[in-house]
């Protein structure tokens, strides 16, 4: 089963408007020659719209890094599905773990903001993970279970297309701790067993899922080769263009 490797990057709070765009047309020429790889990025809010005119005829996917959870109005400081598709973007980062912890964002929320992007056709990354208390007491397994049945709750068999799962363990988060690559296929793994068992076996082989959690030019291509790793979700290494081509490079390198 061959699952194209995608290689997205989340900017976070990073980046001017103007700094986003330089960072943007960086990445361009690398995407040309790259064509075996999707490529993502996530700018902030601000940013989206002037890297969708930079990237205007590239292959490269834009993706925002939340989405509101209903179609739009009196949500305060949200931004709507329609809202992601004009300035741009065809997919949205949805429950990543710093919403989790820092935006209160649950499982519910998630479930929420992931059925109505579908329905306003946005694809999505669900991104979820562990903290490093539920790993050290043998519970990852238990918490991935939960949060991907969180996130897909009362979802049909038919709808999960577009979607994306990033496996991004809290403890490996900017914090230059990557999970070795057995930890990472293993979790990945059990993710796939958990999709398998909710949508059936033909969804688990083909649904793509990254690892996130420090991954740079140095472990891309380790990670990148595992069974069941299919490609990364990147932060820090995202934010320079020379740093994020080595690891689309990888990617490459790795799709053969
Ligand atoms: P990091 O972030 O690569 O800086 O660890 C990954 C992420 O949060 O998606």
């Known amino acids: 089963m061959t699952r194209k490797i995608m290689v997205a990057g989340n900017w976070k709070a990073n980046k001017t408007i103007a700094q986003s765009v330089d960072l943007a047309n960086g990445i361009k020429k690398i995407a040309e020659e ?6 993502l990025i996530a700018p902030q809010f601000t ?32 931004v709507a599905p329609f809202m992601l598709k004009d300035a741009g973007c065809k997919w949205a980062i949805i429950g990543h773990s710093e919403r989790r912890q820092y935006f209160a964002e649950t499982d519910e929320t998630v479930n929420r903001r992931l059925k109505i992007a579908q329905k306003e056709g946005l694809n999505v990354i669900v991104c ?21 049945e969180g996130a ?28 070795t690559p057995e930890e ?5 793994a059990n993710i796939r067993k958990k999709i398998g068992e909710l949508f059936g076996d033909v969804k688990a082989k083909t649904i793509r899922i990254l690892y996130g959690g420090s991954v740079n030019a140095g472990n891309a291509e380790t990670l990148f080769k595992c069974e069941n ?6 932060g820090g290494a995202s934010l320079k263009a020379y740093d994020f081509a080595l690891i689309i490079k990888a990617g490459v390198q790795v799709s053969g």
């Open 128 to 148: 979820v993970g562990e903290t490093l208390d539920e790993r050290m007491a043998g519970k990852t397994f238990e918490v991935l279970d939960r949060q991907i």
């Open 47 to 78: 940013a989206i719209k002037s890297v969708a005119d930079a990237l205007a005829g590239s292959a490269i996917k834009i993706a925002g890094q939340n989405v509101l959870w209903e179609v739009g109005g009196a949500f305060t400081g949200e």
């Open 34 to 39: 790259s064509t075996s790889v999707d490529i």
């Open 184 to 188: 990472a296929d293993e979790a990945h």
């Open 229 to 234: 790793i299919d490609g990364g979700l990147v």
């Open 152 to 179: 897909f709750k009362d979802f049909g068999r038919h709808s999960l297309e577009p979607v994306v799962i990033a496996y991004e363990p809290v403890w490996a988060i900017g914090t230059g701790k990557t999970a």
